[in-house]
T-cell receptor, first 112, second 112 residues
Framework: NAGVTQTPKFRILKIGQSMTLQCTQD?????MYWYRQDPGMGLKLIYY???????DKGEVPNGYNVSRSTTEDFPLRLELAAPSQTSVYFC???????????FGSGTRLTVV | DQQVKQNSPSLSVQEGRISILNCDYT??????FLWYKKYPAEGPTFLIS?????DKNEDGRFTVFLNKSAKHLSLHIVPSQPGDSAVYFC???????????FGTGTLLAVQP
């Protein structure tokens, strides 16, 4: 039972580069989320999806894009990386928020 | 505008004693409240939850209390164990949004 799988675990990007953070879940959850966690801060919602083909912005969407072509996959795209995007990124999935989220183990991204 | 606050960034407790973690919120719209636990280099894991129609929920050593009039949530761990050392986040659900809003976290250290 893999749950939520995130790749890569670590990445260093140069300013202006782009990359995609991968997220896959095998629990057939409709809801999927991307959060970022900065030091000393809580988790901030970047984007979320309520099902395949449906995505919406969260609290801090600028500089990111997402797509949801299948129930299982919810990749997060960073275009033109900036130092402010240095953070730990968590993907999560759920049947609904009251059921609790299942989180991936995170991707630690550094932009230099 | 921070809707969810955990005012204690850290807490140190002796093994066997009670740990009390607190969370305050500003908006009465929240109707489901959760606690997550996070170890270093791992994603958060769901711990315990409570709906707004209750004021207490227990699960083994963990009890969550909700005071709606004071907009205050707390997590009690009794007895505390060294393995409980982690960051604890409260998370609130606004219902129809199916999105959780997280607090900033409290680092609990249980001393042997």
């Amino acid at each position: 039972n893999a749950g939520v799988t995130q790749t890569p675990k670590f990445r260093i990007l140069k300013i202006g580069q782009s990359m995609t953070l991968q997220c896959t879940q095998d629990m057939n959850h409709n809801y999927m989320y991307w959060y970022r966690q900065d030091p000393g801060m809580g988790l901030k919602l970047i984007y979320y999806s309520v099902g395949a083909g449906i995505t919406d912005k969260g609290e801090v969407p600028n500089g990111y894009n997402v797509s949801r072509s299948t129930t299982e996959d919810f990749p997060l795209r960073l275009e033109l990386a900036a130092p402010s995007q240095t953070s730990v990124y968590f993907c999560a999935s759920s049947y609904g928020a009251t059921y609790g989220y299942t989180f991936g183990s995170g991707t630690r991204l550094t932009v230099v | 505008d921070q809707q969810v606050k955990q005012n204690s960034p850290s807490l140190s407790v002796q093994e066997g004693r009670i740990s009390i973690l607190n969370c305050d919120y500003t908006n009465s719209m929240f109707d489901y409240f959760l606690w997550y636990k996070k170890y270093p280099a791992e994603g958060p894991t769901f711990l315990i939850s409570i709906s707004s129609i209750k004021d207490k929920n227990e699960d083994g050593r963990f009890t969550v209390f909700l005071n709606k009039s004071a907009k205050h949530l707390s997590l009690h761990i009794v007895p505390s164990q060294p393995g409980d050392s982690a960051v604890y986040f409260c998370a609130l659900d606004g219902g129809a949004t199916n999105k959780l809003i997280f607090g900033t976290g409290t680092l609990l250290a249980v001393q042997p």
